[in-house]
């Protein structure tokens, strides 16, 4: 009895066929989407705090609130308006149209920070500027790093930086230091809100974005992927 019931089950086992079978891809893309604007939104909270600490804006916040300060734009307006002429001279200089990712950054993370401005409080003691600076640069680097992780592609600033370096062969490093030179000093130009917590923001920033990709990678990296599961079909 044991071995017929074997047999068959044998048989049965023999007579199917295990394929794998890919999830949808806008399951996929969906998951990265939302990914993304989690991301964004910690980022808009960060800058948020930051700005609110008034110990001086990152280098292209100078510039955005001193465009606020000589235009009708709000600061998440002046955000986008940046954010446009670079990710063309992006597009011309990678020749090559830009990712859903980027789009997305510059569509939301503008008014993303005008809807957070409320709810963030602006100091003026330094016992609570310190710390809210801190936060907020901790905040935003980790922001940073989930945008990254949900692999949608680089903020237009980002992608700017990247064309550079591929055209010039100049250093990632160097690049980024000219662009954000040149942000600050128009910045400055236009009475942009230029302090020691712009110089600190651009010597600490790299820590907490590195950790905050390293942190959200590991963490995003099973719902980025498209998913795959066991179909077995019985013949």
């Avoid at 990152?58 to 446009?84: C, K, R």
């Avoid at 990254?148 to 230091?177: C, E, F, N, Y």
């Avoid at 302090?195 to 990296?221: C, D, M, Y």
Wanted: with cysteine; aromatic share 10%.
């Amino acid at each position: 009895m044991q071995t017929e019931a074997h047999t068959r089950e044998q048989q049965v086992l023999n007579a199917s066929t295990v394929k794998k079978k890919q999830e949808p891809y806008w399951q996929m893309f969906l998951r990265r989407l939302i990914i993304m604007n989690v991301g964004l939104l910690v980022m808009a909270i960060g800058i948020r705090a930051v700005i609110g600490a008034n110990m001086g804006a990152s280098p292209w916040d100078v510039l955005h609130i001193g465009l606020t300060l000589h235009t009708p734009l709000t600061f998440g307006e002046a955000n986008q308006l940046v954010g446009l002429p670079m990710l063309a001279v992006a597009c011309w200089m990678a020749k090559s149209w830009p990712k859903i990712g980027t789009l997305i950054n510059i569509l939301m993370l503008g008014p993303y920070c005008d809807w957070i401005k409320p709810l963030i409080p602006l100091q003026t003691h330094w016992y609570g500027m310190v710390p809210q600076f801190a936060v907020g640069v901790v905040v935003m680097g980790l922001g940073v790093g989930i945008y990254i992780a949900s692999q949608l592609g680089a903020g237009p600033r980002d992608w700017l930086m990247l064309s550079i370096h591929q055209k010039t062969g100049w250093s990632i490093r160097w690049v980024r230091t000219l662009i954000e030179v040149s942000a600050v000093i128009v910045g400055i130009l236009l009475s942009g809100p230029f302090s020691i917590g712009t110089i600190l923001f651009s010597l600490t920033i790299g820590h907490p974005t590195e950790w905050g990709l390293k942190w959200a990678t590991r963490v995003f990296q099973p719902y980025v992927q498209r998913r795959e599961w066991e179909h077995e079909i019985i013949h």
